[in-house]
């Protein structure tokens, strides 16, 4: 297990919270959802970055 951060961990914690939110407000709004990983500095990790875009 890799050693945490405090900003990882708010950071885990904050993406753990749109996971379960958004869902229900991309499927609400009619729109698509782009799931792309990016690395972060900070976190010295890979992180999943989501947009919602809406359908034409």
Known sequence: MANLTRRG???TTLAA???RA???V?????S????TLVY????GMMRAV???VPLR
Do not use: N, Q
Request: aromatic share 4%; glycine share 12%; net charge positive.
């Open 32 to 35: 698509r959802r782009i799931l």
């Open 50 to 52: 989501e947009k919602i």
């Open 22 to 24: 958004v869902p229900t």
């Open 40 to 43: 972060d500095k900070s976190l």
């Open 9 to 11: 961990f708010i950071g």
């Open 17 to 19: 919270g749109a996971v």
């Open 26 to 30: 991309a499927s609400k709004t009619g």
